[in-house]
């Protein structure tokens, strides 16, 4: 560290998550070193300010993948009622929410939210306070590219003034299984099983026509030309 950096932070990053960490320092001043560690853990620390559930259902019955409803509920577990609250929704990988689901919500008066965000690949909905009485607010998101193996995802509610105050919940996108509309069996063809053709019936039926071949006589050839319309009902040159 010099005059030239001494404002400017200076960081290291780790591979590797090690035991130890050692620093050496030189020098004189004052300085201050943070070491920051970043895991994830499907415990989490919550408190009693709030209720926090969420369930996830796909909207169509023929292709479950393409779009789902994610439906969280809240609640505030304390007297009267709560400041400003704050719901995180992280986005599954693969998946982008429905801005149009979005501004119905903020649209909406029951709902009690104030506004939403979009950031990075999550939802933020701002409440202005909840009551002892659950408030769901379900909205659409949609797949815009295919991932094997989706893992859990994360919802978090706390307090905007006081964010120790916060529940934790993680869900997961169903896994999809599309049900595909079979195809309509062709028809079965004509079976020749246990049947014969009679050259007989052939003959007869050559012997009926000769029966009746009188009718013909009364029928005559004719070979000249017919008169042709002339003006409207004429032939088009």
């Given at each position: 560290i010099s005059r030239k950096d001494l404002m400017k932070m200076q960081q290291l990053d780790f591979d590797e998550v090690p035991t130890k960490v050692k620093i050496n320092v030189d020098?004189?001043?004052?300085?201050?070193?943070?070491a920051i560690i970043t895991y994830n853990s499907y415990n989490f620390n919550s408190t009693q300010a709030f209720r926090l559930a969420v369930d996830v259902e796909p909207v169509s019955e023929v292709d479950k993948c393409s779009v789902a409803i994610i439906s969280p509920c809240v609640a505030y577990t304390g007297p009267g009622h709560s400041n400003m609250a704050v719901l995180e929704v992280a986005m599954p990988s693969g998946y982008e929410p429905d801005r149009d689901s979005l501004f119905e919500l903020a649209n909406k008066d029951n709902t009690r939210v104030k506004k939403f965000e979009e950031l990075a690949n999550r939802v933020v909905l701002y409440f202005t306070e909840l009551t002892n009485e659950p408030v769901c607010v379900p909205f659409n998101i949609n797949e815009n590219i295919f991932v094997e193996n989706v893992i859990n995802t994360t919802i978090k509610l706390y307090d905007y003034y006081?964010?120790?105050l916060s529940v934790i919940k993680s869900y997961k996108v169903n896994t999809c299984e599309s049900n595909v509309i079979a195809p309509i069996p062709a028809l079965p063809g004509p079976s020749f099983k246990n049947s014969t053709i009679n050259l007989d019936d052939q003959i007869t039926t050559d012997k009926r026509h000769k029966?009746?071949?009188?009718?013909?006589?009364?029928?005559?050839?004719?070979?000249?030309d017919l008169e042709m319309p002339e003006g409207l009902e004429g032939n088009t040159p």
């Open positions: 020098g004189e001043g004052c300085i201050l070193a943070q006081k964010p120790e029966r009746h071949g009188n009718f013909l006589d009364k029928f005559y050839n004719t070979d000249f």
